[in-house]
């Protein structure tokens, strides 16, 4: 059963039950007040009563206990009893009635004539043959002696015929507010669970993992405690799956560049060694065991750099600055790409002149090697020239090729990832795309920057610009 229709069916027992429990306090009150106003009204007719049988003893020269004998009181019952709604009756000290305005047999003798002749006035409700009747009895002193007493029946029908009416009366405005508060728990039970059924649709949005949806609830209850709740959870969930797509995409970033920096020296190592079997010289293969010891030990060096970022939990790469010759950089990495070179059929020219500037040693090279990289998989040229120029504060390295080129809008794709601009990178199946852009947040955190020219069958042009002088910006690059 739905949780509408229990709050239905609960609000229904509780307010037929309220109207059952005001229906007979409603009964009895009513009745027990009637039946308390006609005890007042007989009394005070005893009262006028006592006063006319006193006048009548007067008048008529006669005794009290001629008063309550069988010659006058027949006479005396029927004058106390005209022009009124109840009967009147005389009864003696013994008990007995001696005038009846009335033909009451069956209520002769009653309890209310003993107490009454106790000297108590007794209410009593009696049933007679078709009716209800109303007995008060009151007894009649006289010099301190209980002579008699007076005793009134009345006719309870017309009052049970106006009970019943405004018990039917009741029962009609009852069952209309029955109605009415059954329709307005119904409506009710509706408001309060739209915000409910709004909330069960946004918890199934949010098991397909849409936190999009909003409860707006405007009423100052639970309801709206449960509200905010599910809003703020739904936030705080959307918050918690976007850092765990952040880490995880800066986790795959940060692989991805690590595994495009260790193709470099892997490469290198491949190349001189296939170099060494076509060599006869001995102080070739000397030359080419140095370079291939010394890539070795980069990419070692690179190993472990990259176990202890895992360690530590530190997915970023760092440079630290030091004042070093770029020429000599620039010279070594050429070296280290000659076999690559080779085998691509691509000749270079070298044009160098001493350059001292604030650089990453190894943080340079790989931006060298990754530029280099690009054109050698990508330009199709035939032909570097790489000039170092010094200038007053900083030092240009001009990397140009003789290549395909590019166009403006795919010159402006370069440094985008590769999710942004998939399409329009000039990069190889092979390739991750990321060399590029890896290379110009590489040069920002040395202080420099790279810049690319190209035209499309007329080449490309990649300058890189140190600083002569160290600069603020110093060693994290977060991925």
């Given at each position: 059963?739905?949780?509408?229709?229990?709050?239905?069916i609960?609000?229904?027992?509780?307010?037929?039950?309220l109207?059952?429990?005001?229906?007979v306090?409603?009964n009895?009150?009513?009745?027990?007040?009637?039946?308390e106003?006609?005890?007042?009204?007989l009394?005070?007719?005893?009262?006028?009563?006592?006063?006319?049988?006193?006048?009548i003893?007067n008048?008529?020269?006669?005794?009290?206990?001629?008063?309550?004998?069988?010659?006058?009181?027949?006479?005396?019952?029927?004058?106390?009893a005209a022009?009124?709604?109840f009967?009147?009756q005389?009864?003696d000290?013994?008990?007995?009635i001696?005038?009846?305005?009335?033909n009451k047999?069956?209520?002769?003798?009653?309890?209310?004539?003993?107490?009454?002749l106790?000297g108590q006035?007794?209410t009593?409700?009696?049933?007679?043959?078709?009716?209800?009747?109303?007995?008060?009895a009151?007894?009649?002193?006289?010099?301190?002696?209980?002579?008699?007493?007076f005793?009134?029946?009345?006719?309870?029908?017309?009052?049970?015929?106006?009970?019943?009416?405004?018990?039917s009366?009741?029962i009609g405005?009852?069952?209309?507010?029955?109605?009415?508060?059954?329709?307005?728990s119904?409506?009710?039970s509706?408001f309060i669970?739209?915000?409910?059924?709004?909330?069960?649709?946004?918890?199934?949005?949010?098991?397909?993992?849409?936190?999009?949806r909003?409860?707006?609830?405007?009423?100052q209850?639970e309801?709206r405690?449960?509200a905010d709740?599910?809003?703020?959870?739904?936030e705080?969930?959307?918050?918690?799956?976007?850092?765990?797509?952040?880490?995880?995409s800066k986790?795959?970033k940060?692989y991805?560049?690590?595994?495009h920096?260790?193709?470099t020296p892997l490469?290198?190592i491949?190349?001189?060694?296939?170099?060494i079997?076509?060599m006869?010289?001995?102080?070739?293969?000397?030359?080419?065991?140095?370079?291939?010891?010394?890539?070795?030990?980069?990419?070692?060096?690179?190993?472990?750099?990259?176990?202890?970022t895992?360690?530590?939990?530190?997915?970023a790469?760092?440079?630290?600055?030091?004042?070093a010759?770029?020429?000599a950089?620039?010279?070594?990495?050429?070296r280290i790409?000659?076999?690559t070179?080779?085998?691509?059929?691509?000749?270079?020219t070298?044009?160098?002149?001493?350059?001292?500037?604030y650089?990453?040693?190894k943080r340079?090279?790989?931006v060298?090697f990754?530029?280099?990289?690009?054109?050698?998989?990508?330009?199709?040229?035939?032909?570097?020239?790489?000039?170092?120029?010094?200038l007053?504060?900083?030092?240009?390295?001009?990397?140009?090729d003789?290549?395909?080129g590019?166009?403006e809008q795919?010159?402006?794709?370069?440094?985008?990832a590769?999710s942004e601009?998939?399409?329009?990178?000039?990069?190889?199946?092979?390739?991750?795309?990321?060399?590029?852009?890896?290379?110009?947040?590489?040069?920002e955190?040395q202080?420099?920057s790279?810049?690319?020219h190209s035209r499309?069958?007329?080449?490309t042009?990649?300058?890189l610009?140190?600083q002569?002088?160290?600069?603020?910006?110093?060693g994290?690059l977060?991925?």
């Amino acid at each position: 059963m739905k949780l509408r229709n229990k709050l239905f069916i609960q609000h229904s027992i509780t307010i037929i039950m309220l109207l059952a429990s005001m229906y007979v306090v409603v009964n009895y009150t009513l009745s027990k007040s009637m039946i308390e106003r006609d005890t007042q009204t007989l009394a005070q007719y005893y009262g006028l009563h006592r006063i006319e049988a006193l006048k009548i003893v007067n008048d008529k020269k006669i005794s009290i206990e001629q008063l309550f004998s069988g010659t006058y009181a027949p006479l005396i019952a029927s004058h106390l009893a005209a022009n009124s709604n109840f009967q009147v009756q005389l009864f003696d000290p013994e008990g007995t009635i001696i005038g009846d305005s009335g033909n009451k047999e069956d209520l002769m003798k009653r309890s209310d004539i003993d107490a009454a002749l106790a000297g108590q006035s007794a209410t009593v409700i009696t049933e007679g043959e078709n009716n209800k009747i109303l007995i008060y009895a009151s007894p009649f002193t006289y010099e301190g002696k209980i002579v008699g007493g007076f005793r009134y029946l009345l006719d309870l029908n017309k009052h049970e015929e106006t009970l019943s009416e405004m018990r039917s009366w009741f029962i009609g405005v009852a069952l209309g507010c029955l109605l009415i508060a059954l329709l307005a728990s119904y409506s009710f039970s509706f408001f309060i669970m739209r915000p409910l059924h709004a909330l069960q649709q946004a918890l199934k949005q949010v098991t397909v993992g849409d936190f999009s949806r909003k409860i707006v609830v405007t009423s100052q209850d639970e309801v709206r405690e449960l509200a905010d709740d599910f809003n703020q959870m739904s936030e705080a969930l959307q918050e918690h799956i976007g850092l765990l797509q952040y880490e995880q995409s800066k986790q795959k970033k940060f692989y991805d560049n690590v595994t495009h920096e260790l193709k470099t020296p892997l490469t290198s190592i491949i190349g001189f060694s296939d170099l060494i079997d076509k060599m006869e010289r001995v102080e070739d293969i000397r030359t080419c065991n140095v370079y291939i010891r010394k890539e070795s030990t980069r990419l070692l060096q690179m190993v472990e750099e990259l176990l202890q970022t895992s360690l530590k939990g530190d997915e970023a790469w760092r440079v630290q600055l030091e004042r070093a010759d770029l020429a000599a950089i620039l010279t070594d990495s050429l070296r280290i790409l000659e076999p690559t070179l080779h085998k691509s059929s691509i000749t270079t020219t070298l044009q160098v002149e001493p350059c001292e500037v604030y650089v990453d040693p190894k943080r340079t090279q790989q931006v060298l090697f990754n530029v280099i990289e690009n054109a050698i998989k990508h330009s199709e040229c035939t032909h570097l020239h790489i000039r170092l120029e010094q200038l007053e504060y900083h030092c240009h390295v001009r990397i140009s090729d003789n290549g395909k080129g590019l166009n403006e809008q795919d010159t402006a794709a370069l440094f985008l990832a590769s999710s942004e601009h998939n399409q329009k990178r000039p990069i190889s199946t092979h390739s991750h795309g990321l060399g590029l852009l890896l290379c110009k947040q590489l040069m920002e955190l040395q202080g420099g920057s790279i810049t690319i020219h190209s035209r499309e069958k007329i080449g490309t042009e990649v300058i890189l610009m140190f600083q002569n002088e160290p600069t603020l910006t110093q060693g994290l690059l977060q991925n």
